[in-house]
């Protein structure tokens, strides 16, 4: 039985979850929490480690926010490594980090990045070979046309944060996803399903995702007149684990830091690079799996 059960434990995907989070933060982004909360949820995933980076907040901000989820969760056996605190600062734990688990699991690590891009970088300067070892990459980043909202334009927060660090990930990454801005507008989740569905399950979970996320909803309102919001992040890691829900697009891209200023991906000739910018297909499978995924989530 323990020699099933350990295969079983190694046919799970291996994860470095690397993350701008700011879950419960007043005014700041609640998606790479909620997109935390979902790979702990999903019974193939096993999330190797946290490497911190800066987007929503600062650093600071961003490393006591996860130590303090993952206290809450009871989940403080989880490896946290803090990265770079601005762009170009490539030298960091979470840099070497990065370098280390992909060298050690060659091929067999995945990573899900949704802030900027700075710790992956850093990875590669310290291992050229960091992009050849790692399985595969899925980030959430990008626009390739803006973000139109009814109060305002959404700049794009991610790429635009270290221009040459993803410009670096877009070219030299093997195996590369991007869950682009505006491919996440297609699925909007508003309060008054978001509440109904979380309040119809009496858990532990379903009360913890209700008290940490309500104000975001009014910040969306007010500041964008958007009336629900778009999971970012979380699109990003269902796709990294249900690739199914969605229809996949290899795409030429001509990327450079100029037009990374502005997240802005750029299709055309001549081309640079190649990644695949997917699209959320089953849109009924996707939210159902969502939530229930959140469900699975067990304090400890």
Aim: aromatic content about 10%; overall charge negative.
């Amino acid at each position: 039985i323990n020699e099933g059960s350990d295969l079983v434990e190694n046919k799970k995907k291996k994860i470095i979850f690397d993350c701008d989070n700011t879950f419960g933060v007043t005014d700041c982004d609640v998606d790479d929490g909620l997109a935390l909360l979902y790979l702990l949820g999903c019974a193939d995933a096993e999330v190797c480690g946290i490497t911190g980076t800066y987007g929503n907040n600062n650093i600071d901000v961003v490393m006591s926010t996860i130590h303090a989820m993952l206290k809450d969760l009871g989940r403080e056996d989880i490896t946290v490594k803090r990265g770079g605190a601005s762009c170009g600062e490539y030298e960091s734990e979470a840099a070497r980090y990065l370098a280390q688990m992909a060298d050690k699991y060659k091929g067999e690590i995945s990573i899900l990045a949704t802030g900027s891009l700075t710790n992956l970088m850093g990875a590669y300067m310290i291992d050229p070979h960091f992009f050849e070892n790692v399985k595969e990459i899925v980030l959430m980043g990008g626009i390739t046309q803006p973000l139109v909202f009814k109060k305002e334009v959404m700049n794009e927060l991610n790429f635009s944060c270290d221009p040459k660090a993803t410009e670096m990930v877009l070219r030299k990454g093997n195996y590369v996803s991007v869950i682009t801005g505006n491919n996440c507008l297609k699925v909007l989740f508003t309060k008054e399903e978001y509440k109904n569905r979380l309040m119809d399950s009496d858990t532990e979970i379903a009360r913890y995702i209700l008290e940490k996320t309500d104000y975001y909803f009014q910040y969306n309102e007010e500041g964008y007149g958007i009336e629900g919001f778009y999971n970012w992040d979380v699109t990003a890691a269902v796709y990294l684990m249900h690739p199914e829900f969605f229809e996949d697009g290899l795409v030429k891209l001509q990327v450079s830091e100029e037009d990374l200023h502005t997240g802005y991906l750029r299709q055309e000739e001549p081309a640079n690079c190649v990644v695949n910018l997917p699209k959320i297909g089953a849109d009924k499978a996707f939210r159902n799996n969502i939530y229930n995924t959140w469900m699975n989530v067990v304090f400890e």
